[in-house]
C-alpha cells in the first residue's frame, strides 16, 4: 500500500509569508503527527491528530497550526515565516492512539528554506 | 519533559568493526523505537522494543531494551558501508493528553571501506 505521501517536497519562502504543508496518511491510519527536524535541534514534536481532533501539541508558538480532514489527511499552516523556520518538516501516520507503540511511518518530508 | 540522551553523536570506523550506540533517559516509556535516516528522506523505522530487558536482533544489529524501560542500546557487528546513516532513537509515550515520540539527538555513523 501507498506510505505516507507529503506536498510539496521542497519550498522557499520569504520571511513575513505563510506557508501550508500537506500530508496524506497511509490507507486506513487515522492518527497524524507532525515533527520539525532542524541540525540544531534534532526532532521535535509539533502536533498529534486524530479523528480531527488535535490530541497533542508540542511547544512551538502560536504561529504554528494544524489540521486534520475526515479522510484522516493533514495539513499544517506557518504564518509569518521567520528565518529559524527552516527546517524539514515530517509527517508521521499511525493506525490509532496507542497504537504508535508499534511505530511510525514517516513521509519524506517537506523540505522548507525561508529566505 | 522527557528527554532521550543518545550518544555518540558521531561514530566514524572502519568496515567489519562493531560498534555500538546508546540511548538513555530519567523517564519510563511504553516502548522504544529506533529508526535510520537517509539524508533527504524521512526515519525509517528499524525495530520497536516493549517489554524490559527484550532483546530483539535483526540480521547484524542486535537491538536491547533495558529492564527499567528508560535506556535501550543498539549493536552492530561487521558494520558494512551501507550502514552509513543516521541512527535515531524515540520514547514512546501515551497518556490522556495524546501519543508523543520523543527523539534521541541521533548517531551520525560514517562507515569507511
Known amino acids: 500500500k501507498a506510505g505516507v505521501t507529503q506536498t510539496p517536497r521542497y519550498l522557499i519562502k520569504t520571511r513575513g509569508q505563510q506557508v501550508t504543508l500537506s500530508c496524506s496518511p497511509i490507507?486506513?491510519?487515522?492518527?497524524v503527527s507532525w515533527y520539525q527536524q532542524t541540525p540544531g535541534q534534532g526532532l521535535q514534536f509539533l502536533f498529534e491528530?486524530?479523528?480531527?481532533?488535535?490530541?497533542n501539541k508540542g511547544n512551538f508558538p502560536g504561529r504554528f497550526s494544524g489540521r486534520q480532514f475526515s479522510n484522516s489527511r493533514s495539513e499544517m499552516n506557518v504564518s509569518t515565516l521567520e528565518l529559524g523556520d527552516s527546517a524539514l518538516y515530517l509527517c508521521?501516520?499511525?493506525?490509532?492512539?496507542?497504537?504508535?507503540?508499534?511505530?511510525?511511518?514517516f513521509g519524506s518530508g517537506t523540505r522548507l528554506t525561508v529566505v | 519533559t522527557q528527554l532521550l540522551e543518545q550518544s555518540p553523536q558521531f561514530l566514524s570506523i572502519q568496515e567489519g568493526e562493531n560498534l555500538t550506540v546508546y540511548c538513555n533517559s530519567s523517564?519510563?516509556?511504553?516502548?522504544l523505537q529506533w529508526y535510520r535516516q537517509e539524508p533527504g528522506e524521512g526515519p525509517v523505522l528499524l525495530v520497536t522494543?516493549?517489554?524490559?530487558?527484550e532483546v530483539k536482533k535483526l540480521k547484524r544489529l542486535t537491538f536491547q531494551f533495558g529492564d527499567a524501560r528508560k535506556d535501550s542500546s543498539l549493536h552492530i557487528t561487521a558494520a558494512q558501508t551501507g550502514d552509513t546513516g543516521l541512527y535515531l532513537c524515540?520514547?514512546?509515550?501515551?497518556?490522556?493528553?495524546?501519543?508523543?515520540?520523543?527523539f534521541g539527538g541521533g548517531t551520525r555513523l560514517m562507515v569507511k571501506p
Open positions: 522494543v516493549v517489554t524490559g530487558g
Open positions: 490507507s486506513g491510519h487515522r492518527s
Open positions: 523517564s519510563v516509556f511504553s516502548s
Open positions: 491528530y486524530f479523528s480531527e481532533t488535535q490530541r
Open positions: 524515540a520514547g514512546f509515550a501515551d497518556n490522556n493528553a495524546g501519543n508523543m515520540l520523543t
Open positions: 508521521a501516520s499511525f493506525p490509532g492512539p496507542g497504537q504508535g507503540a508499534y511505530g511510525y511511518t
